[in-house]
T-cell receptor, first 117, second 115 residues
Framework: KAGVTQTPRYLIKTRGQQVTLSCSPI?????VSWYQQTPGQGLQFLFE???????NKGNFPGRFSGRQFSNSRSEMNVSTLELGDSALYLC????????????????FGQGTRLTVV | AQSVTQLGSHVSVSEGALVLLRCNYS??????LFWYVQYPNQGLQLLLK??????LVKGINGFEAEFKKSETSFHLTKPSAHMSDAAEYFC?????????????FGKGTKLSVIP
């Protein structure tokens, strides 16, 4: 069974540009969450999508947005990049149709390392 | 709001010694608790989880943790450290009553194993 796939693994962008990151969850999983990881702030929740709807959102500016497609794949977009957006962005998938329930864990991808110069 | 506190951002142990990583949480409702491990330039891998039932949970690679409600703690232990255990460890909590998979993480503890 394939794990969570994030593309690309590494990205270098210039201040002011925009970027789109992609996440393919584990087959059958309907929830996709995004996290930002930085040395100073640690792991912070960005947002969660479930069945194409944003179910929860963290405390980030509107420059950070996301969406989920009917096949559960998700993208996150950051517009007008700032130096402080340099981070490891992690995607996590949860909820298997076969087992149901909310006590299942989140499975993480390898992350996308974004560097803003 | 939930919060997680991990005591000690860096912990060093000798190979073969006991590993103890501390985690305390604050939650207004019964939480689900998790420990994740992260190796350099990698994502997070689940070590173990507590949802309901037995308060002592066993995970992968010989790790275990005990949920103590009275102390609001979920400390991670391993009887004998191995060089391959060197990594960063994160404690996380999720609200068991919410329909969301949002996790709140501690700041992490970097474990070094000295040969």
């Amino acid at each position: 069974k394939a794990g969570v796939t994030q593309t690309p693994r590494y990205l270098i962008k210039t201040r002011g540009q925009q970027v789109t990151l992609s996440c393919s969850p584990i087959s059958g999983h309907r929830s996709v969450s995004w996290y930002q990881q930085t040395p100073g702030q640690g792991l912070q929740f960005l947002f969660e999508y479930f069945s194409e709807t944003q179910r929860n959102k963290g405390n980030f500016p509107g420059r950070f947005s996301g969406r989920q497609f009917s096949n559960s794949r998700s993208e996150m977009n950051v517009s007008t990049l700032e130096l402080g957006d340099s981070a490891l962005y992690l995607c996590a998938s949860s909820f298997s149709r076969s087992t149901g329930g909310l006590n299942t864990e989140a499975f993480f991808g390898q992350g996308t390392r974004l560097t803003v110069v | 709001a939930q919060s997680v506190t991990q005591l000690g951002s860096h912990v060093s142990v000798s190979e073969g010694a006991l590993v103890l990583l501390r985690c305390n949480y604050s939650s207004s409702v019964p939480p689900y608790l998790f420990w994740y491990v992260q190796y350099p330039n990698q994502g997070l891998q689940l070590l173990l989880k507590y949802t309901t039932g037995a308060t002592l949970v066993k995970g992968i690679n010989g790790f275990e943790a005990e949920f103590k409600k009275s102390e609001t703690s979920f400390h991670l232990t391993k009887p004998s450290a191995h060089m391959s255990d060197a990594a960063e460890y994160f404690c996380a909590v999720r609200d068991s009553g919410a329909g969301s998979y949002q996790l709140t993480f501690g700041k992490g503890t970097k474990l070094s194993v000295i040969p």
